[in-house]
């Protein structure tokens, strides 16, 4: 069957289907520990039409479609695990519409988080969302992604409008209006964003866009411990002060920090902030607070950074982290996890997974979205030992257990891909049934991205 | 099958199920122009476990099942068309846990926002979501509701964390964590929110909660014209003024406040706004910017309300709309309907609504979240009168058909009920099949609130 799928896709593409090797392998993986899966076929379509012709071809040979954005995942979510079609969305490129009176814009699906925010130069408005890569807008939506000013701004839950996406069938369905709210009927957005796709090919997608705030502060905090750091969130939240970013990294990490991006930081838990306001002296006044808070709390004095290459330093040091932590180990695998708890119970889920990491055979370095409860581990992993992914695989586990005891989720926002789906039945219990509802309602021959978020 | 079912529910829960036909009055309606319709029996669970078993027997005996909470409905959400089960979920009213660390609340369905709110008095946080009447946490979940405030705090999209529910089968699952984000499968708990009860019966809302602004200003402004005080609202949101409401009275409405409320409000376009800050300055700062903006735009000057009396008699009037006019015609039969379109257009929209409505033999009044570009027009009619229902039918059509060519929505927050369903395909197209694949695919009988939102 995928050899005649194969031959209609080249007919309807051209050069822009290919089952070239170099191209399956990239297209293959994620950047995730999760061993790489090729499709059969890469499609490169340029409008939302092709992409239902492609589906309407994997329906009529039972083939499975992946979809791919900038490949940036990290739970093995483009992974073709049953080989089949994968539909590469860089060419759905297009910065449709942008309307500065509504504060939205709707992109298609590969255009990426920079692109749409170069194309907002000169407008006074932005797209705040950054999960660190410069993921496409198909792909954030379809993981559920959020990162760094999540405790702003929403995740992409809050901020996607509307989807059009392309269903098993070949349907192409237009879902949301640019309304910003609506309470006409389900909410299908919403079931899209985070779907990954497993119930449809998002093809375009309509954000809301936010005003660039006119004043920006940051600021870099250590602590004598985790908790008096997660004590100064809480309280920061509680004030109610509208910080942008609060971003915490432990001692590890800030040490792979320093010896990567040549800073002198020091080696303690350490808190970052951002804030964003409508006058430099609501900056201040929030920033003020927020020093306060942290002094009640040990923390050890701020340090400022006001100036635009300072604030960039300091918030270029923090998206590196990743690199950062891979430098500790050169040529090591790396195994990024995260979870999210109620924030009450961030700094004992932090301590506890710490403990966990004692006398390991690996670094391993932490950093969170602290003000969602959110936060990433790093497993650093000689990739010829069975035995520290073995580790890695029960420590995991541990830590997503901890998670769900304390009301938590065992991913924040890295998604489920087919990496989580065994912790799905402990978050979600009987929903896990509701959600296979969903899927063989919409999905009946388990063609869309199979083997990720549940099986039917 | 419906009198073995009666005799079932009795048995279960003694006098809190009965037949009376006060209490089946009672339950025949909500507060809208739709005409009644009574279920057989009325039953008062007062635990989702009694839930449970009343939707065990409704499967066993294929009937109906209706939730009613506060019943305040605007679109026949609680008529029960087919008869059967209503289920007040009044003694399901127990506010389960406040964590104020996590600014989260559970709380069971029957809850009313008032009650929830009077529960967090001394704990510095509060419930913003204000759709006017004190409905009850599971109504508003249910049915997607808003009000002033969602321009601030969003509409109970943002604010809901997660439900449970009793499915049609009864089972019953619980959906979403205590997390402020998951990536974790599915949006369960944001399909749930707004599925009208057509999906599952709600029985406990984790909700999100808000600091008490440490300051507080309202204000009141007349405009020379709609326009101009809609392009207030634009330059406003634009300039990212964090404004907590910013309401639009049109001149008929506050003719009716002035006679309701004996105030001496200005008889022309009006905007009220309410400022929340960290700070007198920085409430006062978005006070003045907002004040320059309208002044630009044709504002005729601000009228300030920073007493607390001063703001109370203010958003008194303004929560009063409908009695103000319901009070233009003694003994009407009102109708309110809500569209909602990008702000871009609402002025546009309004202006044309309000010239459909030159020459009418009843009063129309027309009130809206304009910060939301959600508004309701309420249709004054007399209640003998066959020929004004029809035209208030023929006015709400062509509006309905207004927004949606502008990209908006048919209604912004009252919600389908079945007074809307013949607008969804219109508005969602291909969307309604996939709504219905879903209703299809969780309730096979169309035994939960049938013929609402969709049938079939």
């Known amino acids: ?28 993986h994620g950047e995730s520990y999760h061993p790489p899966a090729a499709p059969d076929v890469v499609c490169f379509p340029s409008t939302a039409e092709e992409v ?72 006074g408005l932005m797209f705040p969302i950054d999960p660190g890569a410069d993921a496409t807008i198909g792909g954030m939506t379809a993981t559920r992604a959020s990162g760094t000013t999540a405790v702003r701004y929403g ?25 910003r709210k609506s309470s006409a009927g389900y909410d299908l957005t919403r079931l899209f964003v985070g779907s990954e796709g497993t119930l449809g090919v998002i093809t375009d997608v ?76 609501h900056v201040s006044e929030q920033a003020a607070a927020v020093e306060a ?12 950074a006001t100036r635009l290459e300072d ?19 050169p040529g090591c695998l790396s195994w990024a996890t995260d979870v999210c708890v109620p924030i009450s119970g961030l700094s004992d889920c932090i301590l506890e997974t710490k ?9 391993v370095c932490l950093v969170g979205h602290a003000g969602d409860g959110n936060f990433h581990v790093i497993y650093l992993l000689d990739p010829a030992s069975q035995e520290e992914l073995a580790e890695a695989r029960r420590l995991n586990e541990r830590m997503v257990a901890r998670a769900l005891a304390m009301g938590g989720t065992c991913t924040g926002e890295h998604g489920v891909g087919y990496g989580k789906m065994k912790f799905l039945e402990a978050e979600h219990g009987e929903g896990v049934e509701v959600m296979r509802s969903i899927k063989r309602a919409l999905d009946p021959d388990n063609r869309m991205n199979p083997g990720k978020i549940v099986d039917i």
Not at 155 to 176: H, I, Q, S
Not at 315 to 329: I, K, T
Not at 355 to 363: E, I, Q
Request: hydrophobic share 45%; proline share 4%; glycine share 6%.
């Open 293 to 304: 808070i942290a002094s009640e709390r040990g923390g050890r004095g701020f340090e400022w």
């Open 355 to 363: 403990a966990d990491h004692a006398n390991l055979p690996f670094p």
């Open 155 to 179: 995740t992409m839950r809050e901020n996607v409008m509307g989807v059009t996406a392309v269903l098993a069938d070949g349907r192409l369905v237009r879902m949301g209006t640019r309304a």
């Open 1 to 28: 069957m995928i050899d005649a799928a194969v031959a209609e896709l080249k007919e309807l593409l051209g050069p822009r289907a290919t089952d070239a090797m170099t191209v399956r392998e990239h297209h293959s």
């Open 52 to 123: 239902v012709e492609i589906v309407r071809i994997s329906a009529r040979f039972h083939v499975p479609i992946v979809p791919f954005g900038a490949g940036t995942s990290l739970e093995g979510h483009v992974q073709a695990l049953r080989g089949g079609i994968t539909i590469d969305l860089r060419d759905l490129n297009r910065v449709v519409r942008i309307s500065v009176d509504d504060l939205d814009a709707t992109v298609e699906a590969g255009v990426t988080r920079l692109q749409l925010n170069k194309a907002l130069r000169n407008t």
């Open 206 to 281: 309509t954000v809301r866009l936010h005003p660039v705030p006119e004043a920006v502060a940051a600021a870099v905090c250590a602590f004598d411990s985790i908790k008096g750091a997660v004590d100064t969130v809480i309280a920061t939240i509680q004030l109610g002060v509208p910080v942008a970013r609060i971003e915490l990294l432990d001692d590890v990490q800030m040490d792979a920090v320093n010896r990567y991006s040549k800073t002198s930081y020091a080696v303690a838990p350490t808190l970052l902030f951002e804030f964003h306001g409508d006058s430099d002296r």
């Open 311 to 329: 604030r960039d330093r300091l918030w270029h040091a923090r998206h590196n982290v990743h690199f950062a932590a891979l430098a500790l180990r």
